[in-house]
Nanobody, 123 residues
């Protein structure tokens, strides 16, 4: 029943900015973490940014200082604000969420993924 819906992808020139949004919906007991991964052609999916409940966001070295992550617990959303975009940032970006769908004494969570949204940085 959990669904992650992404939006905000598109084409942008180098040095430009773009914001990706992700909204989680469905049966959820608690959301432990939300973040963004990306996969470029011929490469493995890699973590871009992720924030765990009660902690500060973590970023890949390649995007530190350029990207910011914000989570709205009331709306169950997470935004990735991308600044000073580079051609190397071109990839399909996937929203991720670690969610406990029901009460569990061991606090076991499942990883959910969005369908992906294309980000292309090109002049």
């Amino acid at each position: 029943q959990v669904q992650l819906v992404e939006s905000g992808g598109g084409l942008v020139q180098p040095g430009g900015s773009l914001t990706l949004s992700c909204a989680a919906s469905g049966t959820m007991f608690s959301i432990k973490a939300m973040g963004w991964y990306r996969q470029a052609p011929g490469k493995e999916r890699e973590m871009v940014a992720e924030i765990f409940s009660g902690h500060s966001a973590k970023f890949a070295d390649s995007v530190k200082g350029r990207f910011t992550l914000s989570r709205d617990n009331a709306k169950n959303t997470v935004d990735l604000k991308m600044n000073d975009l580079k051609p190397e940032d071109t990839a399909v970006y996937y929203c991720s969420a670690d969610i406990a769908t029901q009460f569990d004494p061991e606090d076991i969570v499942n990883r959910f993924w969005g369908q992906g949204t294309q980000v292309t940085v090109s002049s």
